[in-house]
């Protein structure tokens, strides 16, 4: 079974005066999935986002829509509906009015009033079409959002940093929720955000934006294991970067010299463009062990000193000072009730594995 | 300490507030009213209580005419004006780039008395004034508009740009404060740019539109310097006719009389209007 690209965009920029918001965006998303644009603020995501709602026009480039070209075609004639950051109810309506809002003189009006008490059924606000706008929560403002663009049928939904302004409690929350309602609706869900967990957690694919560019699309897990280079390593998660000098290839294996670690094989990663002789390795603090004796049956020891702890309750963090390396290197360990327990200024030893060394190739800026 | 609690802290500083609108508003409105209860009898004042002004001014069928003229023509300018300053007030709310210096030029017409104003638009419109003449040079008439000036479309324009600034203010106002995304959001829903006007931007700002219609119709139904000036015959309003009981025809009680009935009568229109518009503006969906 082919899945249908929903969106296509091809070769998009867009410039204001001389500043470059976003260029050479090529992206295609699949029907159904949900899909995550990611970077730090700035980075030119929501001008993509925008520019897929129609509100901005590209200076270059196509966006199709459902295979159609969606050049002059104004927001309000497209297929596709916003949940906007602010969520932008309006405050002159009642949930009632707002859900219905898109469907007023479209839809006779028995059938809006069922598809309003449907929508609200949808987010668990039902029965609140009398409630005034401004007697809702943050938590209900977001789902009479959610509630408002959903009822138009939209054959995309566009989310706009949609959970930033909840408190953390009810944003993980909200994160499942979405995610099961994309899931029954099979509507194609694009959301942009700058928290890397809310796009692993609710996303099938994500794409990692940075200084208006696309640097990597992929699932979140290919994401973690395999990022294209440092800028998107250090976005996703921890990382620890080592510089490192590349010493031979076979195949699919590099043999490098991994500074204070010292010689180690590891596997190359497809994604990454270029390895030259100066190369980085990224290694996640989940993945390094750390003991009081020298460990065994790792092909790579070091030993160090802990030069910070700091307690996350189901992780400990360490890190840990080692010779040879500028900045300390940082290890989690899960708090399996104070097995491992070690204090400032304590001597560790680090083991780690080649497997879990990340190929970050060579820096080409 | 003296201002030991919150309230006696909260008296005291209002206090002088307080002793000024009691002696210059509420002082003054019960002297009016005990006036409207007594008689003029020539050169005394005949202070037994009685409710023949309210009669007589009720009876007087110039009394009638003239407060429902000054009714008709302050709602003219409301109109008039509120129609003309929505415009405006979104432009520069919505599209300016400079909003403080097209905020600056709206209020200039503030900065010349309002009598040399009501004098200029005499120039303007009179028999042998610059309208005249400019359309005479054109040939496009041969002989002076006669039509111009002294009658009530004169009072309606004179007032109307007086008042200009303080439709185009409160409707600015309520213009700013609309969040952008509630516009995005209607279009976002399928409206057009007209009914997005409609559906969002006119019934947030109906509350600037109704302060703007109050701001002007209470004042302009009371004002007497421009329909004396530019007004004529056809063009005097109430506030005249109250001037003239206080000034020439010497019967303070009467005049008393006649702005208490002007003051309830604005009074009922604004609350009707308020009403109103507030229930159209719930109506909207």
């Not at chain 1, 469907?103 to 009398?130: S, T």
């Not at chain 1, 000098?245 to 010689?263: H, P, Q, V, W, Y």
């Not at chain 1, 092909?299 to 189901?314: D, L």
Request: proline share 5%.
């Amino acid at each position: 079974m082919t899945v249908n690209n929903i969106i296509e965009l091809r070769g998009v920029e867009k410039r204001y005066g001389t500043f470059l918001a976003a260029s050479g965006i090529n992206l295609d998303l699949k029907e159904g999935e949900f899909f995550s644009l990611l970077g730090p603020s700035g980075c030119g995501k929501t001008t993509v986002l925008r520019m897929i709602a129609g509100f901005q026009e590209p200076t270059k480039g196509t966006v199709l829509i459902d295979g159609q070209d969606m050049e002059g075609v104004p927001a309000n004639n497209r297929p596709t509906n916003m949940v906007f950051q602010s969520y932008a109810i309006f405050p002159h309506l009642n949930v009632g009015n707002n859900v219905a809002y898109g469907l007023r003189g479209k839809a006779p009006k028995a059938e809006i009033e069922q598809r309003v008490a449907e929508a609200l059924e949808m987010v668990e606000l039902g029965g609140l079409q009398d409630r005034g706008a401004s007697e809702l929560s943050g938590g209900q403002r977001q789902r009479v959002a959610l509630a408002r663009a959903l009822i138009m049928r939209p054959k995309v939904l566009l989310l706009d940093e949609p959970l930033s302004a909840l408190d953390k409690k009810l944003r993980e929350q909200m994160q499942f929720e979405m995610r099961n309602l994309q899931q029954s609706l099979g509507i194609t869900f694009v959301m942009v955000t700058h928290d890397q967990y809310e796009a692993m957690t609710m996303s099938d694919r994500i794409g990692v934006m940075f200084n208006g560019r696309l640097k990597q699309v992929d699932t979140p897990t290919t994401l973690y294991a395999r990022p294209c280079d440092q800028q998107v390593a250090s976005f996703i998660g921890e990382m620890n970067i080592l510089p490192s000098k590349l010493l031979g290839e076979t195949g699919n294996m590099l043999s490098i010299d991994a500074a204070a670690f010292g010689r180690i094989e590891i596997e190359r990663n497809p994604n990454v463009a270029t390895s030259s002789k100066d190369m980085n390795i990224g290694i996640r603090p989940e993945q390094l062990e750390i003991a009081a004796e020298k460990p065994e049956d790792y092909p790579s020891t070091v030993q160090g000193t802990v030069s910070n702890v700091a307690f996350y309750g189901e992780n400990i963090h360490y890190h840990i000072q080692v010779a040879g390396a500028e900045k300390p290197i940082s290890v989690s360990v899960p708090n399996y009730f104070h097995t491992v327990d070690f204090k400032r200024g304590d001597a560790v030893w680090l083991g780690l594995q080649g497997a879990s060394v990340i190929d970050l190739g060579t820096d080409i800026e | 300490m003296i201002f030991r609690s919150e309230a006696s802290r909260g008296y005291t500083l209002s206090a002088p507030a307080t002793a000024y609108v009691g002696f210059l508003v509420a002082a003054p409105l019960v002297i009016l009213i005990a006036y409207s209860f007594w008689t003029q009898t020539y050169v005394t004042l005949d202070k037994t209580p009685t409710l023949k002004n309210y009669s007589d001014a009720f009876a007087d069928p110039l009394v009638r005419h003239l407060m429902l003229r000054s009714i008709w023509i302050a709602g003219a300018v409301t109109v008039v004006t509120v129609a003309l300053a929505y415009p405006i007030a979104y432009f520069i709310a919505m599209k300016a780039r400079k909003k403080t210096i097209w905020l600056l030029l709206i209020t200039i017409p503030f900065w010349s008395s309002y009598l040399l104003r009501v004098f200029a638009w005499k120039l303007i419109l009179g028999f042998n004034g610059v309208m005249n003449s400019a359309l005479m040079m054109l040939g496009l008439i041969d002989e002076p508009l006669d039509f111009l000036l002294y009658n009530e479309f004169a009072v309606v324009l004179t007032l109307a740009h007086a008042w200009a600034p303080f439709a185009i203010l409160p409707i600015y106002v309520s213009l700013q404060k609309i969040d952008p995304s509630l516009l995005e959001a209607a279009t976002d829903l399928g409206n057009s740019p007209l009914q997005r006007f409609m559906r969002v931007t006119l019934p947030l700002t109906i509350p600037g539109i109704i302060a703007a219609c109050l701001i002007i119709f209470i004042p302009t139904v009371g004002d007497y310097v421009t329909p004396a000036l530019v007004g004529g015959s056809d063009g005097k309003m109430i506030a005249n006719l109250i001037q003239v009981q206080f000034g020439a025809a010497n019967n303070w009680p009467l005049g008393a009389t006649l702005s208490l009935i002007a003051m309830l009568s604005v009074g009922f229109v604004a609350i009707v209007f308020v009403i109103t518009a507030t229930q159209i503006g719930r109506r909207i969906r």
